[in-house]
DNA sequence: TGCTTTTATTAATCTAGATTAACAATTCAT
DNA sequence: ATGAATTGTTAATCTAGATTAATAAAAGCA
């Protein structure tokens, strides 16, 4: 069973603390209507075009994000580590096949929340919807810095940003999937890191 | 007196009702915690590093947010028109001087919020929570679609894509300006337009 | 363990878009 | 209306980053 007396459950405890206080009732809701699943590195937990998206929170692990366009190119969005939301939002919350695909970049142990569930999560409690529009509210306020970066950084710029911003990926991930994230080549990512070596 | 009787509220009424059913005394509250104002063309509202962002709420008229990099060199971000929320969300949540300046492109009436004001609806009815977790989430859907363009498009499809989301910004706002947002030279769009119009 | 597939590197060439600069057209203030 | 300042256009040149292709290294699998 899935509950707030989880020794392992601490962490994300923690972290829905951090912006709102949760009686214990509310949080024995909130992992009773989210499912515990676990996934394979290369596992895709979400297929574009097919069902739609959860909302999923990471337990542990990384999830990875991506797009695929019309001439069947694959652009990375988001990564996703240790307590970080994810999912296809629009997908979600409008149950609509998802857009993205994501994949599991290593072992990976995630919480999951349909549509349903999220909606009952929102009714049984507002500190919920604070909870949400809290975490929403953070993650535009990146998003907008994200755009920011895109506009007026160089490819080198971008990339140390990357490393800054998250140290634990660049072990985990594929150089490629790094210079789709960034919006460049991973020929071009190749070069920068030499040169960035010799520096 | 600012309050939803007013004649001139409803479209905002509309709006804020779209996603969520509020009470009159809700609205009457948004309405009274909310400061009317209106601006000039080229007045700026919000000046970068200076005082901490309000939340605004556009009733007519455009605004335009842009960032100020290292070397001087401006960046616009955002346009927002009639029923547009804007604002640097960062600064107006933990009260910092603003990293934007906001800007009216035309003459314009506003609404606007500090966090104060904010807090204290947000407190009398959890529906204001719930109307903003949905608003940033759509926005955090928009900002994502954004990135995807930022990555995936070139500068070609940017502007034509930018033309059908804001048909009417065309004609308001200077051409470098749109540049500008699209992370572009004012030489290149000028020789994109001449190209398209060929077409 | 060796074989296959995927990923990363290196080098050569190419191009979308930047930069510079000079000129034309608008806009703005008096 | 008129001159000054801002914005837009055009053309020439330059460069960050893309593309292609061949090779090397690493990862996955039988």
Same mark, same amino acid.
């Given at each position: 069973?899935?509950?707030?007396?989880?020794?392992?459950?601490?962490?994300?405890?923690?972290?829905?603390?951090?912006?709102?206080?949760?009686?214990?009732?509310?949080?024995?809701?909130?992992?009773?209507?989210?499912?515990?699943?676990?996934?394979?590195?290369?596992?895709?937990?979400?297929?574009?075009?097919?069902?739609?998206?959860?909302?999923?929170?990471?337990?542990?692990?990384?999830?990875?994000?991506?797009?695929?366009?019309?001439?069947?190119?694959?652009?990375?969005?988001?990564?996703?580590?240790?307590?970080?939301?994810? *999912?296809?939002?629009?997908? /979600?919350?409008? !149950?609509?096949?998802?857009?993205? %695909?994501? =994949?599991?970049?290593?072992?990976?142990?995630?919480?999951?929340?349909?549509?349903?569930?999220?909606?009952?999560?929102?009714?049984?409690?507002?500190?919920?919807?604070?909870?949400?529009?809290?975490?929403?509210?953070?993650?535009?306020?990146?998003?907008?810095?994200?755009?920011?970066?895109?506009?007026?950084?160089?490819?080198?710029?971008?990339?140390?940003?990357?490393?800054?911003?998250?140290?634990?990926?660049?072990?985990?991930?594929?150089?490629?999937?790094?210079?789709?994230?960034? *919006?460049?080549?991973?020929? /071009?990512?190749? !070069?920068?890191?030499?040169?960035? %070596?010799? =520096?």
């Amino acid at each position: 069973m899935i509950n707030k007396d989880s020794v392992q459950n601490t962490s994300i405890i923690n972290n829905l603390t951090k912006y709102v206080t949760f009686s214990d009732e509310e949080l024995d809701n909130f992992f009773e209507l989210g499912e515990l699943a676990t996934f394979k590195k290369n596992q895709t937990l979400v297929h574009k075009g097919k069902e739609s998206s959860p909302f999923i929170l990471i337990k542990q692990g990384c999830l990875m994000t991506s797009y695929i366009d019309e001439g069947d190119f694959r652009h990375v969005i988001q990564f996703g580590i240790d307590n970080w939301w994810t *999912g296809d939002l629009n997908s /979600f919350m409008n !149950n609509e096949p998802s857009i993205y %695909s994501i =994949k599991a970049m290593t072992d990976v142990e995630v919480l999951t929340w349909n549509k349903e569930n999220f909606d009952l999560l929102c009714a049984f409690s507002p500190n919920f919807e604070r909870y949400f529009r809290i975490l929403f509210q953070n993650s535009l306020i990146s998003h907008q810095k994200r755009i920011i970066r895109n506009i007026s950084f160089s490819a080198e710029q971008k990339y140390l940003t990357f490393l800054k911003n998250y140290p634990k990926l660049e072990l985990i991930v594929p150089q490629k999937c790094i210079a789709s994230y960034l *919006g460049i080549t991973p020929v /071009f990512l190749s !070069n920068l890191r030499k040169k960035l %070596s010799g =520096k």
